[in-house]
């Protein structure tokens, strides 16, 4: 299994952009998790999702902040519009109801200026 | 609500000392318990967990006792290599299933 896999890993945008952010879990789970890693905060939960609905969205920062989660196979966290506060490292983690374990994926470096 | 404390870092020890890092945790209920750990570049993977007081999770060398009585997982291993240098994150969840609650992370570096 290829694992989680997210893209882009690295992204730079100016203040102001739009910016989305993907990903594809681990086939055959039905959980999906967000998360925001910076120095200042540590690792925050943004989103989950279950069977594809979002289940509790209350670490999601702000209106601009949205996520979707079309089909078992994919999900985005879009900002709109990005501040340079936003730069952060953000995971996305797959699991499965079967067994209490998260697989995080590699992140998106995303550096707002 | 729900909390956990680790030890701050960095830790840095020679190759072959004892490692310990702190964890303790406030929750309500029941919790399960976690280590992960996090590689230069990577995500966070799970190195062990315990569900149950008592439970004592073990991989890879590293051990965590779940110790009710003192509401902690702190996490030991014998004789660290240059390899173990990581973030090591304790986190905790008292859902069935869903939100992970993790500490600040505490950064290890072994030197040769």
């Known amino acids: 299994d290829a694992g989680v896999i997210q893209s882009p890993r690295h992204e730079v945008t100016e203040m102001g952009q739009e910016v989305t952010l993907r990903c594809k879990p681990i086939?055959?789970?039905?959980?999906l998790f967000w998360y925001r890693q910076t120095m200042m905060r540590g690792l925050e939960l943004l989103i989950y999702?279950?069977?594809?609905?979002?289940?509790?969205d209350s670490g999601m920062p702000e209106d601009r902040f949205s996520a979707k989660m079309p089909n078992a196979s994919f999900s985005t966290l879009k900002i709109q519009p990005s501040e340079p506060r936003d730069s952060a490292v953000y995971f996305c983690?797959?699991?499965?109801?079967?067994?209490?374990?998260?697989?995080f994926g590699p992140g998106t470096r995303l550096t707002v200026l | 609500g729900n909390s956990v404390t680790q030890m701050e870092g960095p830790v840095t020890l020679s190759e072959e000392a004892f490692l310990t890092i702190n964890c303790t945790y406030t929750a309500t209920g029941y919790p399960s318990l976690f280590w992960y750990v996090q590689y230069p570049g990577e995500g966070l993977q799970l190195l062990l967990k315990?569900?149950?007081?008592?439970d004592k999770g073990s991989n890879k060398g590293f051990e965590a006792t779940y110790r009710k009585e003192t509401t902690s997982f702190h996490l030991e291993k014998g004789s660290v290599q240059v390899s173990d240098s990581a973030v090591y994150f304790c986190?905790?969840?008292?859902?069935?299933?869903?939100?992970?609650?993790f500490g600040a992370g505490t950064q290890v570096v072994v030197t040769p």
């Open positions: 986190a905790l969840s008292t859902d069935s299933w869903g939100k992970l609650q």
């Open positions: 315990a569900t149950k007081a008592d």
């Open positions: 983690a797959s699991g499965s109801s079967a067994y209490n374990e998260q697989f």
């Open positions: 086939s055959g789970h039905d959980y």
């Open positions: 999702f279950n069977n594809n609905v979002p289940i509790d």
